[in-house]
């Protein structure tokens, strides 16, 4: 590609998988706000594929909101707002209002102070019932983890430390306290999670 636009093979590939989950969690109308966006793919597949909602694509890397607005500017959807720089740890984000809150592959790529600013957030903007729809690979207390797991969970901790794997009960009890209950986990393919919290 020529521009800004970035493309990720993983993408690609969980799109469609993550689509079918989204189509029973989602509101019919209202604004979905993404954190992480990434590459923005994600964010154009579904806006297509869910017209009736606005999405808010957002993510603190420069390089990430360059490929989102060079999506954007490619594709011209109608339901996509222009891409915010939100880093999930701050305590205030640049967003008014969302009905429903996404992170794919964040939780486990960025430090704990990340997911716990990501559920604050959510928690501060969602209304009642609200949705908080987290996909990635996570532990399951002891249950052994996929060997690709492990080996993904050793490469995320040798680039960060502060990186890795998250256990799933630990993540929805710093959830529960902040009024977030979990609602739903759905196995996914290549041993990823998806993860619906609901604002009580
Ligand atoms: C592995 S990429 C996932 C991108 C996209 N969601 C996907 O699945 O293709 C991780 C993303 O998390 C973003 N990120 C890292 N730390 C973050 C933070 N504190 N708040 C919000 N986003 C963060 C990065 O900039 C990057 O775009």
């Given amino acids: 590609m020529t521009d800004a636009r970035l493309s990720s093979p993983a ?8 689509l079918d989950v989204l189509k029973s969690v989602l509101p019919d109308s209202g604004t979905v706000l993404e954190i992480a966006s990434g590459s923005g793919e994600h964010i154009v597949h579904f806006a297509a594929a869910l017209p009736g909602l606005t999405w808010q694509p957002s ?27 939100v880093d999930a740890s701050a305590n205030d984000w640049p967003v008014a209002a969302a009905d429903a809150v996404l992170a794919i592959n964040m939780v486990h ?41 492990i080996a993904f969970d050793a490469d995320l901790k040798a680039r960060n430390p502060e990186w890795g794997i998250r256990d799933l009960a630990v993540v929805a009890a710093a959830a529960d306290t902040l009024g977030l209950s979990l609602d739903r986990v759905v196995e996914m393919p290549a041993n990823n999670l998806s993860v619906v919290f609901v604002r009580r």
């Fill in 109 to 149: 790529i960025s430090p704990w102070a990340a997911t716990l600013g990501l559920l604050a957030g959510a928690s501060r903007l969602l209304p009642a019932g609200g949705p908080l729809f987290l996909y990635g690979p996570y532990r399951r207390g002891a249950e052994p983890m996929a060997a690709s797991n």
């Fill in 59 to 85: 993510d603190p890397s420069d390089t990430a909101r360059a490929s989102i607005a060079a999506w954007l500017t490619a594709e011209q959807p109608a339901n996509i707002l222009p891409p915010l720089d």
């Fill in 11 to 18: 993408a690609l590939r969980n799109r469609d998988p993550i």
